[in-house]
């Protein structure tokens, strides 16, 4: 695995990307001091299925990152998640767990995507 820039997890349709997405429409911003790239690397590597099954560690790893977050964070992701009709999909107590099973969602659409197209990655 390579170190992966930004721009690479931006621009990819793996799990990782596709929560680097979520976050970013939330107005999270990646932090220098954080893993958040590697995890959403890993997140790709291994794929959708994967990610279902090892979510609980990933979900260790994602609460890790978040304490390097203030409250002002918190609070304008709370407000873009009721802007954006999120707040009955993702439990706004606990945003991480709703947030990670979109993205791998939209990850295996990706994926499905692809296959009927006939083009595997």
Request: with cysteine; proline share 5%; net charge neutral.
């Amino acid at each position: 695995m390579s170190n992966p820039t930004v721009e690479e997890i931006v621009n990819g349709s793996g799990p990782g990307s596709q929560l680097w997405n979520l976050f970013s429409r939330l107005g999270i911003q990646h932090h220098e001091d954080c893993s958040c790239i590697l995890l959403a690397e890993v997140m790709n590597v291994i794929g959708p299925d994967e990610c279902e099954a090892k979510q609980d560690q990933i979900l260790k790893l994602m609460k890790k990152n978040q304490k390097k977050y203030g409250w002002d964070t918190y609070l304008k992701a709370g407000v873009k998640m009721v802007a954006l009709g999120w707040i009955f999909k993702i439990d706004p107590s606990n945003p991480l767990p709703g947030l990670l099973k979109i993205a791998i969602d939209k990850a295996r659409a990706e994926e499905q995507k692809c296959q009927l197209a006939g083009h595997t990655e």
